[in-house]
T-cell receptor, first 112, second 115 residues
Framework: NAGVMQNPRHLVRRRGQEARLRCSPM?????VYWYRQLPEEGLKFMVY????????ESGMPKERFSAEFPKEGPSILRIQQVVRGDSAAYFC??????????FGSGTRLTVV | GNSVTQMEGPVTLSEEAFLTINCTYT??????LFWYVQYPGEGLQLLLK?????DKGSNKGFEATYRKETTSFHLEKGSVQVSDSAVYFC??????????????FGKGTKLSVKP
Protein backbone atom coordinates (compact mmCIF):
# COMPACT_ATOMS: atom_id res chain seq x y z
CA ASN A 1 0.00 0.00 0.00
CA ALA A 2 1.83 3.03 -1.25
CA GLY A 3 1.84 6.04 1.01
CA VAL A 4 1.01 9.58 0.04
CA MET A 5 2.88 10.30 -3.18
CA GLN A 6 4.01 13.78 -4.04
CA ASN A 7 5.76 14.88 -7.16
CA PRO A 8 8.01 16.32 -8.14
CA ARG A 9 10.33 16.07 -5.11
CA HIS A 10 12.18 19.17 -6.23
CA LEU A 11 10.92 21.94 -8.48
CA VAL A 12 12.81 24.99 -9.71
CA ARG A 13 10.91 27.84 -11.28
CA ARG A 14 11.90 31.29 -12.46
CA ARG A 15 10.03 34.27 -11.10
CA GLY A 16 6.76 34.71 -12.95
CA GLN A 17 6.37 31.08 -13.99
CA GLU A 18 3.70 28.69 -12.77
CA ALA A 19 4.31 25.85 -10.34
CA ARG A 20 2.12 22.75 -10.22
CA LEU A 21 2.50 20.38 -7.32
CA ARG A 22 0.79 17.01 -7.32
CA CYS A 23 -0.38 14.81 -4.50
CA SER A 24 -1.85 11.31 -4.74
CA PRO A 25 -3.47 10.34 -1.42
CA MET A 26 -3.21 6.94 0.14
CA UNK A 27 -5.59 4.38 -1.28
CA UNK A 28 -8.98 4.77 0.34
CA UNK A 29 -8.29 8.25 1.70
CA UNK A 30 -10.79 10.87 0.61
CA UNK A 31 -9.40 13.92 2.44
CA VAL A 32 -6.36 15.88 1.35
CA TYR A 33 -4.54 18.69 3.16
CA TRP A 34 -1.80 20.98 1.92
CA TYR A 35 0.76 22.58 4.23
CA ARG A 36 3.64 24.93 3.58
CA GLN A 37 6.91 24.87 5.49
CA LEU A 38 9.07 27.96 5.22
CA PRO A 39 12.75 27.66 6.15
CA GLU A 40 13.25 27.28 9.92
CA GLU A 41 9.48 27.33 10.48
CA GLY A 42 6.80 24.82 11.33
CA LEU A 43 4.16 23.74 8.91
CA LYS A 44 1.31 26.11 8.16
CA PHE A 45 -2.05 24.84 7.03
CA MET A 46 -3.12 26.00 3.60
CA VAL A 47 -6.17 24.10 2.39
CA TYR A 48 -8.33 21.07 3.07
CA UNK A 49 -10.13 19.30 0.24
CA UNK A 50 -12.39 16.37 -0.33
CA UNK A 51 -13.14 14.99 -3.76
CA UNK A 52 -14.30 17.87 -5.96
CA UNK A 53 -14.81 20.15 -2.93
CA UNK A 54 -12.75 22.70 -1.06
CA UNK A 55 -13.70 22.37 2.59
CA UNK A 56 -11.40 24.91 4.21
CA GLU A 57 -9.05 27.28 2.41
CA SER A 58 -8.48 29.66 5.28
CA GLY A 59 -4.70 29.27 5.03
CA MET A 60 -4.40 29.93 1.32
CA PRO A 61 -3.02 33.25 0.12
CA LYS A 62 -5.79 35.19 -1.59
CA GLU A 63 -3.98 35.60 -4.86
CA ARG A 64 -1.99 33.33 -7.18
CA PHE A 65 -2.66 30.12 -5.20
CA SER A 66 -5.32 27.57 -5.99
CA ALA A 67 -5.99 23.93 -5.21
CA GLU A 68 -8.19 21.20 -6.58
CA PHE A 69 -8.92 17.57 -5.91
CA PRO A 70 -10.79 16.21 -8.91
CA LYS A 71 -12.96 13.13 -9.00
CA GLU A 72 -10.19 11.30 -10.83
CA GLY A 73 -6.49 11.89 -10.43
CA PRO A 74 -4.27 13.61 -7.90
CA SER A 75 -4.80 16.78 -5.96
CA ILE A 76 -3.04 19.76 -7.51
CA LEU A 77 -1.67 22.83 -5.78
CA ARG A 78 -1.10 25.55 -8.34
CA ILE A 79 0.95 28.69 -7.82
CA GLN A 80 0.79 31.27 -10.58
CA GLN A 81 3.45 33.91 -11.22
CA VAL A 82 5.77 32.59 -8.53
CA VAL A 83 7.90 34.95 -6.47
CA ARG A 84 10.99 34.26 -4.38
CA GLY A 85 8.91 34.22 -1.19
CA ASP A 86 7.06 31.15 -2.48
CA SER A 87 10.23 29.11 -2.06
CA ALA A 88 9.35 26.52 0.56
CA ALA A 89 8.59 22.87 1.13
CA TYR A 90 4.98 21.99 0.37
CA PHE A 91 3.58 18.93 2.10
CA CYS A 92 0.44 17.05 1.36
CA UNK A 93 -1.33 14.79 3.83
CA UNK A 94 -4.31 12.51 3.42
CA UNK A 95 -6.74 10.90 5.82
CA UNK A 96 -10.06 9.14 5.98
CA UNK A 97 -12.75 9.45 8.67
CA UNK A 98 -11.61 7.92 11.94
CA UNK A 99 -7.97 7.76 10.94
CA UNK A 100 -5.12 10.16 11.34
CA UNK A 101 -2.96 11.88 8.83
CA UNK A 102 -0.31 10.42 6.58
CA PHE A 103 2.14 12.91 5.14
CA GLY A 104 3.93 12.76 1.84
CA SER A 105 7.64 13.49 1.47
CA GLY A 106 6.97 16.97 0.17
CA THR A 107 7.85 19.07 -2.85
CA ARG A 108 10.68 21.53 -2.38
CA LEU A 109 10.02 24.57 -4.54
CA THR A 110 12.86 26.93 -5.33
CA VAL A 111 12.13 30.16 -7.15
CA VAL A 112 15.15 31.70 -8.85
CA GLY B 1 -7.06 31.22 18.52
CA ASN B 2 -5.38 27.87 18.92
CA SER B 3 -1.60 27.81 19.05
CA VAL B 4 1.37 25.63 19.95
CA THR B 5 4.62 26.80 21.51
CA GLN B 6 7.61 24.53 21.74
CA MET B 7 11.13 25.08 23.00
CA GLU B 8 13.51 26.49 20.48
CA GLY B 9 16.49 24.52 19.36
CA PRO B 10 18.82 23.37 18.36
CA VAL B 11 19.25 20.80 21.09
CA THR B 12 22.54 18.90 21.13
CA LEU B 13 22.93 15.83 23.31
CA SER B 14 25.35 12.99 23.73
CA GLU B 15 24.20 9.47 23.03
CA GLU B 16 22.28 7.91 25.94
CA ALA B 17 21.40 11.30 27.43
CA PHE B 18 17.90 12.13 28.64
CA LEU B 19 15.75 14.20 26.32
CA THR B 20 12.97 16.65 27.10
CA ILE B 21 11.38 18.90 24.51
CA ASN B 22 8.78 21.21 26.02
CA CYS B 23 5.48 21.90 24.32
CA THR B 24 2.58 23.99 25.57
CA TYR B 25 -0.64 24.80 23.81
CA THR B 26 -3.54 27.20 23.79
CA UNK B 27 -6.86 25.85 22.65
CA UNK B 28 -10.57 26.03 23.22
CA UNK B 29 -12.31 22.79 23.89
CA UNK B 30 -10.50 19.48 24.03
CA UNK B 31 -7.85 19.19 21.33
CA UNK B 32 -5.91 16.12 20.36
CA LEU B 33 -2.13 16.46 20.68
CA PHE B 34 0.62 15.02 18.53
CA TRP B 35 4.35 14.77 18.14
CA TYR B 36 5.71 14.44 14.62
CA VAL B 37 9.29 13.75 13.58
CA GLN B 38 10.97 14.91 10.38
CA TYR B 39 14.22 13.31 9.28
CA PRO B 40 16.42 15.26 6.87
CA GLY B 41 14.90 15.54 3.43
CA GLU B 42 11.77 13.64 4.37
CA GLY B 43 8.16 14.33 5.26
CA LEU B 44 6.63 14.24 8.70
CA GLN B 45 5.97 10.99 10.47
CA LEU B 46 3.59 10.64 13.37
CA LEU B 47 5.61 9.74 16.45
CA LEU B 48 2.85 9.59 19.06
CA LYS B 49 -0.45 11.13 20.01
CA UNK B 50 -2.91 11.62 22.86
CA UNK B 51 -6.56 12.43 22.46
CA UNK B 52 -7.70 13.26 26.00
CA UNK B 53 -6.41 14.57 29.29
CA UNK B 54 -3.98 12.31 31.18
CA ASP B 55 -3.46 10.07 28.14
CA LYS B 56 0.14 9.06 27.59
CA GLY B 57 1.33 8.54 24.04
CA SER B 58 4.42 6.40 23.53
CA ASN B 59 6.44 5.01 20.65
CA LYS B 60 10.07 3.99 20.05
CA GLY B 61 11.03 4.91 23.61
CA PHE B 62 9.48 8.38 23.36
CA GLU B 63 6.66 9.41 25.68
CA ALA B 64 4.42 12.42 26.19
CA THR B 65 1.54 12.94 28.63
CA TYR B 66 -1.43 15.18 27.90
CA ARG B 67 -1.59 17.56 30.88
CA LYS B 68 -4.69 19.69 30.74
CA GLU B 69 -3.95 21.53 33.98
CA THR B 70 -0.66 22.85 32.62
CA THR B 71 -1.72 22.76 28.93
CA SER B 72 1.44 20.84 28.13
CA PHE B 73 2.55 17.83 26.12
CA HIS B 74 6.29 17.54 26.74
CA LEU B 75 8.24 14.93 24.78
CA GLU B 76 10.69 12.73 26.71
CA LYS B 77 13.08 9.90 26.01
CA GLY B 78 15.28 8.26 28.59
CA SER B 79 18.26 7.45 26.37
CA VAL B 80 18.65 9.04 22.95
CA GLN B 81 20.51 7.51 20.03
CA VAL B 82 22.31 9.09 17.09
CA SER B 83 19.47 7.87 14.88
CA ASP B 84 17.05 10.12 16.83
CA SER B 85 18.64 13.19 15.26
CA ALA B 86 15.77 14.96 13.51
CA VAL B 87 13.35 17.85 13.85
CA TYR B 88 10.46 17.29 16.24
CA PHE B 89 7.14 19.09 15.89
CA CYS B 90 4.40 19.38 18.46
CA UNK B 91 0.92 19.82 17.00
CA UNK B 92 -2.72 19.99 17.97
CA UNK B 93 -5.98 19.30 16.26
CA UNK B 94 -9.22 20.78 17.40
CA UNK B 95 -11.12 17.87 15.93
CA UNK B 96 -11.63 14.82 18.08
CA UNK B 97 -9.15 12.09 17.19
CA UNK B 98 -7.36 14.38 14.81
CA UNK B 99 -8.67 12.64 11.77
CA UNK B 100 -10.19 15.67 10.16
CA UNK B 101 -9.56 19.32 10.31
CA UNK B 102 -6.25 21.02 10.10
CA UNK B 103 -3.29 20.57 12.42
CA UNK B 104 -1.60 23.51 14.11
CA PHE B 105 2.14 23.03 14.46
CA GLY B 106 4.84 24.44 16.64
CA LYS B 107 7.97 25.75 14.94
CA GLY B 108 9.91 22.57 15.49
CA THR B 109 12.93 21.66 17.60
CA LYS B 110 16.03 20.34 15.92
CA LEU B 111 17.74 17.57 17.87
CA SER B 112 21.33 16.51 17.19
CA VAL B 113 22.70 13.49 19.03
CA LYS B 114 26.46 13.05 19.07
CA PRO B 115 28.14 9.65 19.49
Amino acid sequence: NAGVMQNPRHLVRRRGQEARLRCSPMKGHSHVYWYRQLPEEGLKFMVYLQKENIIDESGMPKERFSAEFPKEGPSILRIQQVVRGDSAAYFCASSSPGYGYTFGSGTRLTVV
Amino acid sequence: GNSVTQMEGPVTLSEEAFLTINCTYTATGYPSLFWYVQYPGEGLQLLLKATKADDKGSNKGFEATYRKETTSFHLEKGSVQVSDSAVYFCALSDRNGGSQGNLIFGKGTKLSVKP
